[in-house]
């Protein structure tokens, strides 16, 4: 048994960022141990999600060398000081986004964004901006989004961490840590899809897949599924989208002339999940005037702008940025994996690919060529 408040570095290996848009290195790195109010965790499966990505090629807050990944599922190895309810052998999620339960924003059934630790989307720990890693020769690495999953060893605040049940399956938790999490929520919570509506949902990954099937379980009746890559129209049919629409192939048509056609009017609820701001512009476009409501969840650059026709939005259309799909971390992602296990959502068929951390530069490849959904990344399937 590992003691619960171990003061010691660990040393591990991690595939480190050293510049922008260059494959991954996997080092010996020292992990220091937990802080106050932090947790350390023993990380057992990663996957890699668009905004990896886009951290990765230097879109968003640009430093290096630091340590990626931000979607995994763990064992907590030790806790620091002032950590409560966490115990060393705890099967958890860390998540980029935390919750206190106290602060006027976990309080409230309008915010996920807790105001107590704040967001950051720049490195560093979020009570001190420090690092807890370090290279070989013993200069600091930086983190992603205070989480870095694609290490052995991580440091994560209390807020940022959810107990799971340990039945619940590694890759499910994982998934739930971000990417599926992130689109079922979008549908079930920020947008809180009714039964009967239409849906658009613009990008077919993992994010807007799972976006898919939290608007099939909120028992919208027309869902349609938007992608420049043909192959996603039947596996969007497999997540429960009943309409495929490849922009592409329209002809001298717009998806938004198609989509208002397709549904008498416009979709009731549409949903950003790629990150380009002419396709925030369509997917507003193409809601329904008087109620329809857009929820924007692709991360583009820090520089992008959105364009909303003025005389539009003025029609009682609605338009609102969705962090994490407005769940609430800690509360939700145990009801979502519950919702999993009871088959109530079907996620398992995100998972297309499985690779040790010694691979995770094809995990990049794949996610880029567009040829899969999420790849799993083991901590320990190289040895
Ligand atoms: P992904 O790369 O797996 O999927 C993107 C999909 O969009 C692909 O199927 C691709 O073919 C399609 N696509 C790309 N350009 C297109 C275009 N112009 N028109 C139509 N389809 C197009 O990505 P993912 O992991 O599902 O992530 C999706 C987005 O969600 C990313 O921007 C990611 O950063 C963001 N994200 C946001 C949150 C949040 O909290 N808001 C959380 C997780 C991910
Ligand atoms: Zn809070």
């Not at 950051?120 to 930086?142: C, E, K, S, V, Y």
């Not at 397709?262 to 950003?272: I, K, P």
């Not at 009871?342 to 690779?355: C, F, G, M």
């Not at 995990?363 to 190289?382: P, T």
């Amino acid at each position: 048994m590992v003691e619960e408040r171990s003061p010691k570095p660990i040393h591990c290996k991690a595939a480190v960022c050293r510049a922008a848009g260059e494959p991954l290195t996997i080092e010996d790195i020292v992990v220091d141990p937990p802080k106050a109010y932090e947790i350390r965790i023993r990380v057992i499966c990663s996957s890699l999600c668009h905004t990896d990505v886009t951290f990765w090629k230097a879109k968003v807050a640009p430093v290096f060398p630091r340590i990626l990944g931000h979607e995994a599922y763990g064992v907590v190895e030790s806790v620091g000081e002032n950590v409560e309810g966490f115990a060393a052998g705890d099967t958890v999620v860390p998540t980029f986004l935390g919750q206190c339960d106290h602060c006027g924003s976990c309080t409230s059934e309008h915010s996920n964004v807790c105001d107590s630790v704040p967001f950051i989307i720049g490195p560093g720990m979020r009570r001190d901006g420090t690092t807890r890693f370090w290279d070989a020769q013993g200069n600091p690495l930086h983190d992603l989004l205070a989480v870095s999953s694609f290490s052995e060893y991580t440091v994560v605040d209390v807020n940022q961490v959810v107990k799971l049940d340990p039945a619940v399956p590694p890759k499910l938790a994982c998934l739930l840590s971000c990417g599926a999490g992130t689109g079922v929520g979008a549908a079930w919570r920020s947008a809180k899809v009714e039964p009967g509506s239409a849906v658009a949902v613009f990008g077919l990954g993992s994010v807007g897949l799972a976006v898919v099937q939290g608007a099939k379980m909120c028992g919208a009746s027309k869902i349609i599924g938007v992608d420049l890559n043909p192959d996603k129209e039947e596996v969007g049919r497999s997540f429960g989208v009943t309409d495929f629409v490849n922009p592409s192939q329209l002809g001298n048509r717009s998806v938004i002339e198609v989509i208002v056609e397709m549904t008498g009017g416009g979709v009731d609820y549409s949903f950003e999940c790629i990150g380009v701001p002419s396709v925030m512009t369509d997917a507003f476009r193409c809601t329904k005037m008087g109620k329809g409501k857009t929820i924007m969840l692709g991360l583009g650059r820090d520089s992008d702008e959105v364009c909303l026709p003025s005389l539009e939005l003025l029609f009682g259309r609605c338009v609102m940025g969705s962090l994490f799909g407005g769940i609430k971390p800690k509360t939700d992602i145990p009801i979502l994996a519950k919702k999993c296990m009871d088959k109530e959502l079907q996620l398992d068929a995100l998972v297309t690919h499985e690779l040790g951390l010694q691979e995770i530069n094809t995990a990049f490849d794949l996610l880029l060529q567009g040829k899969c959904l999420r790849c799993i990344i083991w901590m320990d399937k190289d040895k």
